[in-house]
């Protein structure tokens, strides 16, 4: 079974770090680009960041740059964002999910196809 | 403030047809195609519509989505319960080079 499992969420003083962990299953993570997505509490969702499938390539959302790090173990099928000077407006549940890339021929498409349950991130003092 | 515009809420009644807009611009859904994905309550995004009107095995042909120039709806026939849930499209936005979203549409059945 395709699984995406979050962990390493938990209440954090702001200014601080975090480091969240996404294990991979049930599909061969390596060939896959990875993203993290958050959700606010009440709130839509928004993109975080992206890592390519070798871990060479990344994006950021601007309201993240240079705070956060997005990276990838493939030999532990384990994608990781690091989160560093955490501010009250971090506060979100974290949700990992797979990319997924398709062609008509004509041009490319992508979405987001797996996603895992969320790790809950609370930035308060 | 989300990129891409949708109405923060939606009604319907049982075996209704119901449609969701979702408005960008030149730089996302003007250059890129549009995905829609479902969030039951208080659980995680199920994507439900991929390249602008491609159904996944396993959604139910009630759900269609659309795309025209800057803007794309998602419409939802024959109304269930069940479909009470969040939507949001999304898109990728070459401008700022990376994905956004609505705001999402709190659907209820009314």
């Known amino acids: 079974e395709v699984q995406l499992v979050e962990s390493g969420g938990g209440l954090v003083p702001p200014g601080g770090s975090l480091r969240l962990s996404c294990a991979a299953s049930?599909?061969?993570?390596?060939?896959?680009?990875m993203h993290w997505v958050r959700q606010a509490p009440g709130k839509g969702l928004v993109w975080v960041s992206r890592?390519?499938?070798?871990?060479?390539?990344?994006n950021y959302a601007d309201s993240v740059k240079g705070r956060f790090t997005i990276s990838r173990d493939n030999a532990k099928n384990t994608l990781y964002l690091q989160m560093n000077s955490l501010r009250a407006e971090d506060t979100a549940v974290y949700y990992c999910?797979?990319?997924?890339?398709?062609?008509?021929?004509?041009?490319?498409?992508?979405?987001?196809?797996?996603w895992g349950k969320g790790t809950t991130v609370t930035v308060s003092s | 403030q989300s990129v891409l515009t949708q109405p923060p809420s939606a009604s319907g009644t049982p075996g209704q047809r119901v449609t969701i807009s979702c408005s960008g611009t030149?730089?996302?859904?003007?250059?890129?195609?549009v995905n829609w994905y479902q969030q039951l309550p208080g659980t995680a995004p199920k994507f439900l519509i991929y390249?602008?009107?491609q159904r996944p095995s396993g959604v139910p042909d009630r759900f269609s989505g659309s795309k025209s120039g800057t803007s794309a709806s998602l419409a939802i026939s024959g109304l269930q319960s069940e479909d009470e849930a969040d939507y949001y499209c999304?898109?990728?936005?070459?401008?700022?080079?990376?994905?956004?979203f609505g705001g999402g549409t709190k659907l209820t059945v009314l």
């Open positions: 030149s730089s996302n859904i003007g250059s890129n195609t």
């Open positions: 049930g599909f061969t993570f390596s060939s896959y680009w």
């Open positions: 390249s602008n009107n």
């Open positions: 999910a797979r990319d997924h890339p398709g062609t008509t021929g004509i041009y490319y498409y992508y979405y987001m196809d797996v």
């Open positions: 890592i390519n499938s070798d871990g060479s390539s990344t």
């Open positions: 999304a898109a990728w936005d070459d401008s700022l080079n990376g994905w956004v």
